[in-house]
């Protein structure tokens, strides 16, 4: 249970930061969503450079870990956990899988969104 508090606080504490980002930087006139794209930027750098420390310096236990990785970075996007995801397919050589994932994940994840529209506008 302590496991899920920690995560608890850090997705609070990400969703929060996320969606100060999204107050300070609107939508670009052409319509690009900055804020979106500036929030998935920061969290992928912030997720390797977290899960880097803690490896080179033997930094983080398994809650502190669980706050800011799982927790913060997640609830700030979880494009950062998709991006470390696929990093750790590429560094172990299993591009297959990152081929597969990748375009999987996008491909199908924006079909969803459609469908969930269409399913919305039957309602």
């Known amino acids: 249970m302590k496991q899920v508090i920690f995560v608890f606080i850090g997705g609070g504490i990400g969703s929060i930061l996320r969606y100060g980002f999204g107050k300070i930087f609107q939508m670009l006139p052409n319509g690009f969503p900055v804020s979106t794209f500036l929030v998935n930027i920061i969290g992928c750098l912030l997720i390797g450079?977290?899960?880097?420390?803690?490896?080179?310096?033997?930094?983080?236990?398994?809650?502190?870990?669980?706050?800011?990785?799982?927790?913060?970075?997640?609830?700030?996007?979880?494009?950062?956990?998709?991006?470390?995801?696929?990093?750790?397919?590429?560094?172990?050589?299993?591009?297959?899988?990152?081929?597969?994932?990748?375009?999987a994940s996008i491909l199908i994840g924006i079909s969803v969104v459609v469908l969930g529209l269409y399913i919305a506008k039957q309602i």
């Open 49 to 103: 450079f977290l899960m880097g420390f803690s490896v080179k310096f033997d930094a983080f236990n398994e809650n502190q870990s669980l706050l800011l990785v799982t927790g913060l970075c997640g609830g700030f996007t979880t494009f950062s956990a998709f991006a470390a995801e696929n990093q750790m397919f590429l560094k172990s050589g299993e591009y297959l899988h990152f081929g597969i994932y990748s375009l």
